[in-house]
Each structure stands twice: as structure tokens, then as C-alpha cells.
């Protein structure tokens, strides 16, 4: 219900609600909602849930009905029929591995917020050509995306990134001094072993340290 008043804010905007983008795969639907709070307490107000799982479109549901404060979007968007599970599940944002002519229209069709993938100065020129000036580099290639993004940015000053794919917490602060990494994405704050256990402590400092990094 809270999705249709909510106004939607931009990918920009979400992308600088944190210094770090919590990834995430739910494969417990009972685990969604203690994950969404464990996270807000911790002060992450974005984070991205994998459409790995079956659960994965109940649970972006569920926890925008229980944190209806935070962002909660999408990823791993391969096809329109996925943006339009993305639409259908309430998510805040969509996130993709990459960028179709398909994909594009499917965004744009529904205006939802989207963060498409790039691995080469080519990919980022036709993402900026189709309107995405916040794009995903990934994989990222833990620190050495660095010297990616930071050649990129008297390129193409208008587009910022959120590198993630095999980012590590240390690697975190040499992104964000980039004037345009605003944000890194990473799954270590939600480490399947505390789902498993329920250790909802476990996620809220993990998510505590993350907005705390750089």
C-alpha cells in the first residue's frame, strides 16, 4: 500500500543514503523482514536483494511493508519480465549485471530507478547514452576497479559508480575518496551463516561499520 504514496527517490538519491550498498539472497521468506530491521538499525536505509531465490520477490515485499523507511531494490534484472517482477514486488530500485535494448525500455517504461552494470569505457558510454548516469561496475575486481572509475571521471564527470563483485571491506575506503564512487555494493554485510543462525545482532553491527567506512 506504502509503495504507491511513498514518493520514489532517484537512483542518485539512494545511492547516497549509504557508504555501502548491503547485497543479499533470501532463502528463508521468514528471514526477510528480521534482515530489513536488523539492517535499519544498523543504519543501512538501501540494500539490494538477489533474485536468486524463489522468496526473493515476497521477501523485497516484505520488507518494504516493515521498513517502509528504507530503499529495497532488485538485482540481477536479466530480462523486461524481471523488471516487471521488480514493479510487481514493490522494489525501490533495479539492479542488472548489464544493459539491453530490452532491459533499457523495460525502465523506462515503469521509471524505476535503475543501476545497470558496465565493465568497459564502451559499455558506460551506451549506458549514459540510453540516460543511466549512476551504472554498477561490475565485477570490480575487489581494489582494482580503483583505477577503473577513477580514469573514468574527467571522461564522463556526469555519471558516478557503485562498484561491487568481489569488493572486499577493506578495499571499501580506496573507492569512496573517488569524487565519483559514492557508494560500494557488497554481501559481506549480511553473511548467509547469521541468516542461518538468526543472528540479528550479527547484521546490525556489520551494517554499523559499513556506514561508518571510509
Known amino acids: 500500500m506504502h509503495s504507491a ?10 545511492m547516497a543514503r549509504g557508504r555501502v550498498l548491503p547485497i543479499l539472497s533470501i532463502h528463508d521468506p521468514a528471514a526477510a523482514v ?10 543501512a536505509l538501501a540494500f539490494e536483494v538477489l533474485l536468486r531465490t524463489p522468496s526473493a520477490p515476497a ?8 521498513v517502509p523507511e528504507a530503499d529495497v531494490g532488485l538485482g540481477t534484472l536479466l530480462t523486461p519480465a524481471d523488471v ?23 525502465v523506462a517504461a515503469h521509471r524505476l530507478p535503475f543501476l545497470p552494470g558496465v ?16 551504472q554498477k561496475l561490475f565485477p570490480a575486481h575487489g581494489p582494482a ?39 560500494v555494493g ?8 547469521a541468516v542461518r543462525a538468526g543472528d540479528w545482532a550479527a547484521i546490525t553491527a556489520l551494517a554499523r561499520a559499513a556506514m561508518a567506512a571510509g
Request: with cysteine.
Open 186 to 193: 557488497g554481501s559481506w554485510v549480511v553473511p548467509a551463516e
Open 84 to 106: 516487471e517482477t521488480a514493479v510487481a514486488a514493490g522494489a525501490s530500485f533495479g539492479v542488472s549485471p548489464g544493459l539491453t535494448p530490452a532491459l533499457s525500455a523495460a
Open 119 to 134: 565493465a568497459t569505457p564502451s559499455e558506460v558510454l551506451a549506458a549514459r547514452e540510453h540516460g543511466f548516469h549512476e
Open 145 to 183: 576497479g580503483i583505477a577503473f572509475i577513477q580514469a573514468l571521471a574527467p571522461i564522463v564527470p556526469d555519471v558516478v559508480f557503485c562498484p561491487t563483485g568481489g569488493v572486499r571491506p577493506e578495499d571499501v575506503a580506496g573507492y569512496l575518496k573517488l569524487p565519483n564512487c559514492p557508494v
Open 5 to 14: 504514496v511513498t514518493p520514489r527517490r532517484s537512483m542518485r538519491e539512494i
Open 59 to 66: 521477501a523485497v515485499r516484505a520488507m518494504r511493508d516493515a
Open 34 to 43: 528480521p534482515v530489513a530491521r536488523a539492517l535499519v538499525a544498523g543504519g
